[in-house]
């Protein structure tokens, strides 16, 4: 164990309300943290919420609805859950989204517009609201879910692409900044992210039967990934790539 053991830790879990989200509520409720999860769809969070809080019933799983688009109210959040719980150990960044085009020359910019607020604004707010607490925090982690096709765009992807590769840019950053706030000792909080391929759930495997999602990650394993990050000390995973699919 590094100086992360989730045991006692109190983590948020942005864009908690979708498959990824409900995995990585249900996994951290059992490695024994304290979670608050936010998603812009109230009864979609609310759902995912219970199902952790069913899972694991000795577990505190709360559910908040934050505009994390808008940075008052992203600090506004980092605020309430250091006030209400002592401390802040962690901010898991699971708000997705998608737009591609069949050929370069048919990208619509109008996507881009779309995704760079849902993939780099959001991580824009979240870090800039939460990296003091994390700081502060004697196993601090930032963790971003990022795409294999950041490093390696295709042509139809070149939006999507670029709003995971800048996103990816923005947490090293954070990462630079854990780094020189550590000083000679090294980092006590880390920013880390976590790269798939593409993500499958359940409901994908039961719509599609006959589907192979060759290289695609589940679900269940990116909530075991995301744990793994408190496994190990900060300055292992801190300003690092964790691959969870084949390098392109």
Request: hydrophobic share 45%; glycine share 12%; proline share 3%.
């Amino acid at each position: 164990m590094g100086n992360g053991a989730l045991s006692g830790a109190v983590i948020a879990v942005a864009g908690a309300g979708g498959p990824a989200g409900r995995a990585a509520l249900v996994r951290l409720a059992e490695a024994g943290a304290t979670v608050i999860g936010s998603d812009n769809d109230p009864e979609r969070l609310a759902e995912a919420v219970d199902a952790a809080s069913y899972a694991h019933g000795g577990a505190t799983v709360i559910g908040d609805t934050v505009d994390l688009l808008d940075r008052e109210s992203s600090q506004d959040w980092a605020n309430r859950i250091e006030k209400d719980f002592g401390r802040v150990d962690g901010l898991v960044h699971l708000v997705g989204g998608w737009r591609g085009s069949e050929t370069f020359t048919k990208t619509r910019l109008d996507d881009w517009d779309f995704l760079e607020l849902l993939l780099i604004r959001t991580v824009q707010n979240t870090s800039l609201a939460f990296h003091e607490a994390l700081q502060r925090s004697d196993r601090g982690r930032y963790v971003l879910i990022s795409a294999a096709g950041a490093s390696k765009p295709t042509a139809g992807n070149a939006a999507y692409a670029a709003a995971k590769a800048a996103a990816e840019a923005w947490t090293l950053a954070l990462g630079d900044y854990f780094h020189k706030a550590g000083g000679e000792g090294g980092p006590n909080a880390a920013a880390a992210i976590l790269v798939v391929k593409a993500l499958v759930h359940d409901a994908m495997r039961a719509d599609r039967p006959n589907a192979r999602f060759a290289g695609f990650t589940d679900v269940t394993d990116l909530a075991d990934a995301v744990v793994g990050v408190w496994d190990k000390p900060a300055a292992e995973v801190n300003g690092q790539r964790l691959w969870l699919t084949e390098k392109p």
